[in-house]
């Protein structure tokens, strides 16, 4: 049976992004099927074609086996179990409890970020002024990034040396901080160019185009999502 991963447009859906490169990393055949979010019903879970899909009425969204998993961290546990020699948790317990922490974080957290640093990944402008909230968890990102580098540089140039589901949880957040021109940590900036420099992730990126949103000089989705 074939996996189906519903996602939307490559240009503003982080949340696509994750399991999209986690899925792309374990090798597993996968069709994608792209939904367009500018259309009536955003914002509300009530487009069309995404409830037709998905119970949430969000993306992304993963068919496989009459199975139906409707959240990104849900098909990444997913993909991890059924591709094991993927390896997409990092080995050792205490490693791989460390990683499915900070996933965690940012699967429930940074809504500051979400806010005011929407994805939108052709997107370049000078950092706007943000408030402290927004700065702190900006500072947090940083300090988050930096540290794990500093821990595991010698495994390998990825958040945890070698390449895992947290670099492709945090993979949005490090186009943000390209789209806004936020300043980071040697360390943080070198992680961010990995993900750049990543094949996988620079197919994502060839393929994600600006829409309507953008069309009229603003984005439904600024402000609203991550
Ligand atoms: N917690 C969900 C969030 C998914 C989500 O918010 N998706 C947005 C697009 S990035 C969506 O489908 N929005 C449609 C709507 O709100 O109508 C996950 O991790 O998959």
Partial sequence: MANILYIGNKNYSSWSLRPWLVLRWSKAPFEERLIRLDQPGYGEQQIRQVVAVSPTGRVPCLHTDGLVISDS???AEWAAETWPAAALWPAGWKTRAQARSVVAEMHSGFPNVRRDLSM??????????LPAETRAELARLDGLWKTLRDEHASAGPWLFGARSIADAFYAPVATRMRSYGVAL??????WCEA???????????RDSIPNSWDASGYSVIDGKYA
């Fill in 185 to 190: 940590s040697g360390p943080s900036q070198e």
């Fill in 120 to 129: 939108n990944i052709h997107r370049r402008i000078k950092m706007p002024d």
């Fill in 73 to 75: 961290l849900a098909i």
């Fill in 195 to 205: 993900i750049f420099a990543d094949p996988d992730f620079r197919d994502w990126e």
